[in-house]
């Protein structure tokens, strides 16, 4: 079986680029898989991204992100719900593959990790008939642990997938490397998300030594400790042959340099080291 | 059922005292119970040490540490035996708890965690009867996530647990909030610790928002999102009453501070939030 096709999470030229640039530059490097968050896509506004996704046939292998569903009163929650209905709207005109969930974490001061659990829980549930009405999957991205506090409390795939049991069809997983790597239960959580049909989306980047920062030093395949061969054995294995698209958030490195560089890089090494 | 004694993990009071100020430092506030490092221990020397604590009645809630089993070849793998076996000579020497456990990530420029796991495993059945026969407990401190590729690759209190099941009599666990405050399967698994009789440490502190440094930048009891009170009722629950000891590695604030400012808040947070 050979290697899925590459796909470009356009956070990982964000230093050089808007939506328009990276996709130019995507097309120059014959890449034609790529990934926005949301902001890019206003930034240039949703029919002209449509319209440029659709002239060139990209595809879009998940918008970034709704989620975020937490908050510290009803009202907060209910914005929550209406902002992830307006991703989904987006993810629709992009035709993307997944609107991908960033779920959130603790609500205002709170020291709740289960309530906050159980809101995201709540809050998917919220937009799950509106995401099947669309025909949109949501994929939830578990991040890693150390984001359970402000970004995240959903920090396994174990945990992932017992949201997508409860709440049934149309709710799946973003698998990303970085996020997962560690976790002594991969291997058996990977083959489960895939007899569940849950697999959306791969994910790829490496976790540096040392790594400096929390959010923003994430390193390019190859110049970290993660065996990528390895996770995408299990993710194939498991059933799940899409594209592996590159996001790295690398405010001192990567972001820094031209993105034609950046994505030569990516190419290089998604043949020799993914 | 009263809330347990208070200990002060000498890493906390680093930045200003070595191990007989900090003695002297808890003395002055009745806190009569410690867990010092071995580079404390080795500045002072052994005997020293041992006398300090002797004459003093001291507590030892634990020596930090042994660990740090995985090596790039065999050579390397028993030098790091015959130092854990040093460690549990002083840990005697000190009337120690237990000998915590940091037990090492992946050695050279390995990505093979399994492998990593596996010496894990191996180097602690290696000096587990030397252990043994000193009457020594040996305490695993499952960390964070994010140090599973530099510091330790137990990252989960369920997969210490495995450990501790495969190895037998004598090896427990050191639970420190700040490792596993995030986990899903937290309650569980530390109702399933104490069925073991396997809870040999608690350590205390607080996970900051946000979090500067993945390693120096702990917070004070209080100044973070852990619910701590949750935590030490788990705790009770499965039957641990020993000290919880304050381990705060915070290079920009309280590393800054004097030491008798750290212990006055470590004490007066200690009755107020945790």
């Known amino acids: 079986m050979s290697k899925g096709q590459l796909s470009i999470n356009l956070a990982t030229t964000r230093g050089s680029w808007g939506f328009a ?13 790529i990934a926005p968050w ?12 449509a319209r440029i996704v659709e002239t060139n046939k990209l595809r879009v292998t998940g918008l970034c992100r709704g989620g975020m569903f937490p908050a510290a ?14 991703a989904i709207d987006e993810a629709v005109a992009l035709n993307a593959d997944c609107l991908v969930l960033v779920v959130g974490g603790l609500p205002g001061s709170s020291k709740d990790i289960v309530d906050a659990r159980k809101q995201v ?54 698998i990303d490397v970085y996020h997962v790597w560690w976790d002594p239960q991969l291997a058996e959580q990977i083959a489960r998300a895939g007899q569940m049909g849950a697999i959306y989306a791969h994910h790829i980047c490496d976790w540096l030594v040392p790594t400096k920062d929390l959010l923003l030093d994430r390193g390019m395949m190859g ?5 990528l061969p390895g996770i995408r054995a299990m993710i194939e294995a498991a059933g799940f042959h899409g594209p592996q698209e590159v996001e790295i958030f690398s405010q001192d490195n990567w972001w820094k340099k031209p993105g034609d560089e950046v994505l030569q890089t990516c190419m290089t090494r998604f043949k020799t080291v993914c």
Chains 1, 2 share one sequence.
């Open 21 to 33: 640039e990276a996709v130019d530059g995507c097309l120059r490097h014959d890449i034609t898989a």
């Open 121 to 174: 829980t709540d809050g998917i549930a919220a937009i799950l008939p509106y995401a099947r009405e669309n025909n949109m999957k949501l994929a939830i991205e578990p991040l890693h642990p150390m984001y359970a506090a402000d970004r995240v409390c959903v920090n396994t795939l174990s945990h992932a997938l017992d949201i997508c049991v409860e709440l049934g069809q149309g709710v799946g997983v973003a």
């Open 223 to 227: 110049d970290g400790v993660i065996d």
């Open 73 to 86: 009163d009803e009202a907060g929650r209910q914005t929550n719900i209406d902002d992830n209905k307006r």
């Open 38 to 49: 949301r902001d890019q896509v206003e930034a240039i506004g949703l029919k002209e991204a």
